[in-house]
């Protein structure tokens, strides 16, 4: 299972990023995909989560309005967009996917077991 997260860079506060998540080894249409967040001396924060179908489903309350996913099953890969970008989205973003958790609504797992290396978001005020 291999998972590579890209599309971070640095914009200024307002702005937007696509991220993207190339994923392979795995069902891509039967797992969920999760975006998760850390900034420094801060925990690890889900951001959003893309069902098996790809519909999103959690989004956490500090991005709520702002986060568009999806994903793309011809490419095995999955998007996060974030709109009107503020300085605390500074982090680095990773994606990760699992066999067996799932994420609801209101419900996002911490223990994926496959993870990719992050792509870094700064937003400049």
């Known amino acids: 299972v291999q998972l590579q997260a890209s599309g971070g860079g640095t914009v200024q506060s307002g702005g937007s990023l696509r991220l993207s998540c190339a994923t392979s080894?795995?069902?891509?249409?039967?797992?969920?995909i999760g975006w998760f967040r850390q900034s420094p001396g801060k925990e690890r924060e889900g951001v959003a989560c893309?069902?098996?179908?790809?519909?999103?489903?959690y989004v956490a309350d500090s991005v709520k309005g702002r986060v568009t996913a999806s994903k793309e099953i011809a490419k095995t890969t999955a998007y996060l967009q974030i709109d009107n970008l503020k300085p605390e989205d500074t982090a680095v973003y990773y994606c990760?996917?699992?066999?067996?958790?799932?994420?609801?609504?209101?419900?996002?797992?911490?223990?994926?077991?496959?993870w990719g290396q992050g792509t870094l978001v700064t937003v400049s005020s």
């Open positions: 990760a996917t699992d066999p067996v958790l799932w994420c609801g609504n209101t419900y996002m797992p911490s223990g994926f077991g496959s």
């Open positions: 080894g795995f069902g891509f249409t039967g797992q969920s």
């Open positions: 893309i069902s098996a179908s790809g519909n999103l489903m």
